[in-house]
């Protein structure tokens, strides 16, 4: 079984970083999911794919799978390049595009 260390992305409906600062172990699906034929539930008989684990560090992450014997792969974060813009840009002379309401 092979687990995944990441820090989960931002959540893309909100501009803020919440949940975001937290290395995350979670575990490959060993099973395919079946869809029960009587109800039509989605399930798995994998009972690792339902745990999560966080750390607040990669070292901590990386001590646990390797403490425990879990093979893991390690996903570094791509970091945003952030572009920094006053208010005042909108109302630049130096501005490109037309800016209207």
């Not at 893991?72 to 006053?86: G, I, S, T, V, W």
């Amino acid at each position: 079984m092979v687990a995944r260390i990441y820090m989960p992305a931002r959540n893309a409906m909100q501009s803020g970083t919440a949940k975001t600062k937290l290395w995350v172990l979670d575990y490959e699906p060993e099973q395919p999911r079946q869809v029960e034929p009587l109800m039509g539930y989605t399930s798995s008989g994998d009972m690792k794919s339902q745990l999560r684990l966080r750390f607040d560090t990669k070292e901590e992450a990386i001590a646990y799978a390797e403490r425990h014997g879990i093979a893991f792969q390690l996903q570094e974060p791509n970091k945003p390049a952030r572009r920094r813009m006053a208010y005042s840009d909108n109302f630049s002379f130096r501005r490109v595009g037309q800016w209207t309401h």
